[in-house]
């Protein structure tokens, strides 16, 4: 396959970048996404200029540090993947793919394609968390009978790897499936209930004070999500949070 | 926190604020499009209907709470559109949202200002008048059949309530969301009332407009 290539080239935060053409020859279909990158920054070292920087890890779709805007969809056209189980199959011959970083006031771009994603690990320390006693008395998790249920659902809330892809596609922004994503995973189980008020209530401020929009409901993220998070999730947060708020 | 801050000063605050003033506006709707529906019964029955809606002590006082209710739906509609263009002020050169979500649920703000000015208009020529009674000798019911008589106000009525049935299409279902009330069970029976809800106010307020102006 042949592709003509769109990419933002950006030198660092301060920079003030610009899309730039690639043509690149040859590529496979059976190529995972982040491969035809590697291809392309190969030639690019080849040639003596700077290689393209973007984020990537575990390349098996459950580490959630590859991010990438590709042709207008945060992951690309295909549903419930990340960027590196994105194959070059779903593109066509001669095709015009733009590939842009996640675009948003807090996730500022650090270089290329990468951003800084820190603000999700900052709303996860206000409250992403169980405590637990680890003085050496520590009760088994699996010792709590939890209906089968609360459990699943919990675990499809788990299933989040705090991408950021919600955050790229949003129109407003807003952090919101991820952050219900977090608030339910726990919220669901008894060992999380304890703190379920504190925890609704500190995330949420994080996430305003990181400038994250707010949602409208227009259910984008959870078509983009790669790991299909349900909107059913933020219902829950804003429950949980009015609640909350409600008797502080 | 300071007791209820949380109810006032965050993200999921203004959107709870934005859905319960929308319901509440959702009913309002409901009220208003019986009362227009008597001009179709009888011009006595609707200036019977329309004098009980002028004098009425308690719809005296909700008449402050609905003017209460429009401008903190507006004011923080426009609120949160500004915040949400602030938490991305470098867009994107490639777009397509039309992949993941409906063109209705994206224009609020655009089908919500149309509607507002809609609003304006629908004020000076109605309410106005009827407060006022300076209706030129008119009764109610002159007063409404006259105006949808000409051809321009019944068009701009018309074309305003299609607008408003986008917005309530999106808004209905969404206001659950916000509030907390929907879940994967129920949100097909919300978005289905929500899309039935919408085309009888839209159908319902234009239909009554359009007869007017025919017969």
Not at chain 1, 22 to 36: A, H, K, R, T
Not at chain 1, 107 to 118: A, E, G, N, Q, T
Not at chain 1, 160 to 173: P, R, S
Not at chain 2, 146 to 163: A, R
């Amino acid at each position: 396959m042949k592709l003509h290539l769109k990419i933002w080239r950006q030198n660092g935060p301060q920079d003030k970048g610009k899309m730039v053409d690639y043509d690149i020859n040859d590529v496979s279909p059976d190529m995972s996404f982040l491969e035809m990158l590697d291809v392309l920054n190969e030639s690019l070292v080849a040639k003596n200029e700077e290689p393209i920087a973007f984020d990537h890890d575990c390349r098996e779709g459950i580490c959630g540090t590859c991010s990438l805007f590709i042709n207008g969809e945060a992951h690309g056209p295909d549903r419930a993947v990340t960027t590196c189980q994105l194959h070059m199959r779903k593109f066509k011959d001669g095709d015009t793919i733009y590939i842009e970083p996640w675009r948003a006031k807090a996730f500022p771009v650090i270089k290329d394609l990468m951003v800084d994603r820190s603000a999700f690990d900052r709303i996860i320390q206000a409250g992403g968390y169980v405590s637990v006693n680890t003085s050496g008395n520590t009760l088994d998790a699996n010792a709590i009978p939890i209906p089968k249920h609360d459990a699943d659902r919990s675990f499809d809330a788990a299933a989040c790897i705090g991408c950021g892809a919600c955050v790229a596609t949003c129109k407003n922004a807003s952090a919101m499936l991820f952050v219900s994503a977090k608030v339910s995973q726990f919220s669901l189980l008894p060992q999380g209930k304890v703190e379920a008020k504190q925890r609704a209530l500190n995330m949420v401020k994080q996430m305003d004070e990181e400038g994250f929009g707010n949602c409208t409901n227009t259910g984008a993220c959870e078509v983009e999500c790669p790991k299909e998070i349900s909107l059913e999730n933020i219902a829950r947060l804003n429950r949980e949070y009015l609640s909350a708020a409600l008797v502080e | 926190m300071a007791p209820l801050k949380g109810f006032f000063h965050s993200s999921i605050a203004r959107k709870f604020w934005m859905a319960i003033t929308g319901l509440f506006l959702v009913t309002f709707l409901v009220v208003h499009l019986t009362v227009n529906a008597f001009t179709l019964v009888s011009a006595e029955l609707f200036n019977e209907a329309a004098h009980f809606m002028a004098t009425n002590p308690l719809i005296q006082v909700m008449q402050y709470v609905l003017a209460a209710g429009f401008i903190i739906h507006i004011v923080m509609g426009i609120r949160l559109t500004l915040q949400n263009r602030k938490a991305r002020p470098d867009r994107y050169a490639m777009e397509k949202a039309g992949a993941n979500s409906s063109l209705g649920s994206r224009t609020m703000i655009q089908t919500g200002i149309l509607v507002l000015l809609f609003l304006i208009i629908h004020l000076r020529n109605f309410f106005v008048p009827i407060k006022t009674g300076n209706m030129g000798g008119m009764d109610d019911y002159t007063l409404v059949t006259t105006l949808f008589g000409e051809w321009h106000y019944t068009l701009i009525y018309v074309v305003s309530f299609v607008l408003l049935g986008v917005h309530l299409n999106h808004g209905f279902q969404s206001a659950f969301q916000s509030v907390g009330w929907k879940d994967n069970r129920w949100k097909g029976l919300m978005s289905g009332v929500g899309t039935v809800y919408s085309i009888v106010v839209a159908g319902g307020f234009s239909l009554i407009a359009i007869y007017h102006f025919l017969f």
